[in-house]
């Protein structure tokens, strides 16, 4: 774990309504840290760029959790000017002094993180740095965390595993493929519905099953 934060700071969380985001706030909070907002950057159709989770669907999650939801529509290439841009926002409304991050063993994405904040004039913190990949999602089921399946690479995948919850069966699943259970290679992504924080479960609507070369995405709405 890398925390560089201390306790009391007001931070935001680095937030795409998955299970990485909401296992780093959960531990933000359990280290003393005062989580004011959550951060997401979108596209221009209003969609997490990571997730493909719709912003109305991404509101919603934010109001259950109690904590106000700040987006960013940013292009790949306009997104570091679209970090600092969400960041001084956060600082001059919300008075924030760190960013949370779920990042978990990419070292180009710590890196990223660390020079961004720098040039920021903020502290950041990585909670779930380094640890093991299979722990990272039985970590958020042995604390009740309800993780959904929205999106997978279909390449390594079978679609049938979409609107599913993450569990025993899928973590087995993904250990017997070799593949990564928590997805930190982009093999799947996850709307979190309920849990710790949560005032009530999240109800949302499966729509269609999107395709792309890569990618399978399935619509969720509210």
């Given amino acids: 774990m890398i925390l560089k934060s201390i306790t009391g700071d007001k931070v935001f969380v680095s937030w795409s309504g998955g ?9 933000a909070r359990e280290a003393g840290l005062e989580v004011v ?23 919603k999650q934010s109001g259950l959790l109690g904590i106000p939801l700040h987006t960013e529509a940013v292009t790949w290439k306009s997104y570091e000017d679209g970090f600092v841009r969400a960041v001084y926002h956060l600082k001059e409304q919300k008075k924030i002094t760190g960013g949370v991050f779920g990042d978990i063993n990419l070292v180009e994405h710590r890196q990223w ?42 390449d390594v995948l079978d679609e049938k ?32 519905t309920g849990g710790p924080l949560f005032s009530r479960p999240l109800e949302y609507k499966t729509g269609k099953i999107l395709r792309d070369d890569k990618r399978s995405l399935l619509q969720i709405s509210i």
């Fill in 19 to 27: 299970k990485d985001s909401y296992l780093a706030l959960l531990k």
């Fill in 37 to 59: 907002s959550l951060l997401c950057f979108i596209s221009a159709d209003g969609e997490s760029r990571s997730h493909g989770i719709k912003a109305d669907v991404l509101e």
């Fill in 161 to 192: 595993w979409l609107g599913h919850y993450m569990d025993e069966r899928y973590i087995q699943h993904c250990l017997e493929q070799e593949i990564s259970p928590c997805g930190e290679g982009g093999e799947a992504h996850t709307l979190v």
């Fill in 113 to 154: 993180v660390e020079k961004m904040c720098k040039r920021c004039g903020i502290n950041y913190n990585l909670p779930l740095w380094m640890m093991e990949e299979e722990k990272v999602s039985r970590e958020l089921i042995d604390r009740d965390g309800r993780a959904l399946l929205v999106a997978l690479r279909h």
